[in-house]
């Protein structure tokens, strides 16, 4: 399953110095990041509860999280995350380089 969007998630990039990259992703519903890599490994911490529609390249999951919830990836995974839910949503990514 694909899905395609066309409002783009909004970045807020909060700090970019030699130890990390912390942004915070402002999603209304349906939006998304866009085909993306990550560099480095990275952290993610909901700000609101939501539904994350994370996109492969081959399928699509659907991932429910709490707010204050955090999980972490792996740097150099191609994929694409939108908002799944009905209401707008938002989290903090934080990249360790």
Known sequence: M???CDIPAR???QLD??????TRWDFEPGAATGWHEHGW?????MLIEGVLAVHD?????????AAGQSYRRPAG???DVMNASKHPIAFVEIELK
Request: net charge neutral.
């Open 17 to 22: 110095d030699e130890v990390c990259r912390i």
């Open 11 to 13: 970045p807020t990039l």
């Open 2 to 4: 694909a899905f395609k």
């Open 57 to 65: 390249g081959e399928k699509v999951t659907e991932v429910p999280l």
């Open 77 to 79: 995974i191609r994929h």
């Open 41 to 45: 490994p990275y952290f993610v911490t």
